[in-house]
């Protein structure tokens, strides 16, 4: 059972370049996410999508677009990257949501630099 | 007011002592707690959930909420070094459909 697949696991681009994070979970669950991780700032959400063709802002959208692209799949597109979005980006999928019993179960994450 | 905060520096605990790590949150309609373990390099796991005030147990850890205060807090008893890692608290925000995090507290077990 792999849970929660995330691609690439590290990546190198340079400002202005474009790329897409790829996320898939086999659990069946109806919401998945997308946080970002930085010293000392904890995780952030950056999108989320409640249940499969929905998607919603979380608290730093900004640079950002997701798809929902069918109930397994979740992927985040930065389309013109800048070094503030050098981070480690972490997918996570939930039966629940964040309610009763709305574990959320995380990718190994991907590392991404902006030179 | 951050949505969930953890104020508290890394915390350094002898083997076999008890780590106490605190947690406040802002949304008083926030309904589920949950306590992550994440190990350097490595994604969060899912250590304790807790729903309803009181304490709730599970092995050597145990939560404690207090709704009234906005209070979420998480014990460690008998730390052993595999303890060491950061612990996030997160807590339910905007009805059911998204968590918030807080900072993390580093926890370093002395042997």
């Known amino acids: 059972n792999a849970g929660v697949t995330q691609t690439p696991k590290f990546q190198v681009l340079k400002t202005g370049q474009s790329m897409t994070l790829q996320c898939a979970q086999d659990?069946?669950?109806?919401?998945m996410y997308w946080y970002r991780q930085d010293p000392g700032m904890g995780l952030r959400l950056i999108y989320y999508?409640?249940?499969?063709?929905?998607?919603d802002k979380g608290e730093v959208p900004n640079g950002y677009n997701v798809s929902r692209l069918n109930k397994r799949e979740f992927s985040l597109r930065l389309e013109s990257a800048a070094p503030s979005q050098t981070s480690v980006y972490f997918c996570?999928?939930?039966?629940?949501?964040?309610?009763?019993?709305?574990?959320?179960?995380f990718g190994e994450g991907s590392r991404l630099t902006v030179l | 007011q951050k949505e969930v905060e953890q104020n508290s520096g890394p915390l350094s605990v002898p083997e076999g002592a008890i780590a106490s790590l605190n947690c406040t949150y802002s949304?008083?309609?926030?309904?589920?707690f949950f306590w992550y373990r994440q190990y350097s390099g490595k994604s969060p796991e899912l250590i304790m959930s807790?729903?309803?005030?009181g304490d709730k147990e599970d092995g050597r850890f145990t939560a404690q909420l207090n709704k009234a205060s906005q209070y979420v807090s998480l014990l460690i008893r008998d730390s052993q070094p595999s303890d060491s890692a950061t612990y996030l608290c997160?807590?339910?925000?905007?009805?059911?459909?998204?968590?918030?995090f807080g900072k993390g507290n580093q926890v370093v077990v002395i042997p």
């Open positions: 996570a999928s939930s039966e629940l949501g964040g309610g009763v019993g709305g574990e959320l179960f």
């Open positions: 659990m069946n669950h109806n919401s």
């Open positions: 999508s409640a249940s499969e063709g929905t998607t």
């Open positions: 949304d008083r309609v926030s309904q589920s």
């Open positions: 807790i729903y309803s005030n």
């Open positions: 997160a807590v339910n925000i905007d009805g059911n459909n998204r968590l918030a």
